[in-house]
């Protein structure tokens, strides 16, 4: 099994910055694919971005320029800046990661943009 925590959600003016951390633990034995998705309220969840464990990065349309991922195989965390925000990017955060063959799902953060 493997657990997700993501932390460094909160409430940020629009136009401002917000960092999102995820830590994998549990018996891993090699994470590949790690990301991010969101879910606003009402709505479905949709891909934000995700990162495999070469680096290769693919973005939502909607943050492209704006969010950055990243991660620390080492570590097993992945990370999400987010800068330029706005009242669309409201939603609530899930970390996700795939270890063998299998997706695990983080429990999700709060964020909301004010306007």
């Known amino acids: 099994q493997v657990q997700l925590v993501e932390s460094g959600g909160g409430l940020v003016q629009a136009g401002g910055s917000l960092s999102l951390s995820c830590a994998a633990s549990g018996r891993i034995f090699i994470i590949n694919a790690m990301g991010w998705y969101r879910q606003a309220s009402g709505k479905q969840r949709e891909l934000v971005a995700t990162?495999?464990?070469?680096?290769?990065?693919n973005n939502a349309d909607s943050v492209k320029g704006r969010f950055t991922i990243s991660r620390d195989n080492a570590k097993n965390t992945v990370n999400l800046q987010m800068n330029s925000l706005n009242a669309e990017d409201t939603a609530v955060y899930y970390c996700?990661?795939?270890?063998?063959?299998?997706?695990?799902w983080g429990q999700g953060t709060q964020v909301t943009v004010s306007s």
């Open positions: 990162i495999t464990r070469g680096g290769s990065t």
């Open positions: 996700y990661a795939v270890h063998l063959g299998r997706d695990y």
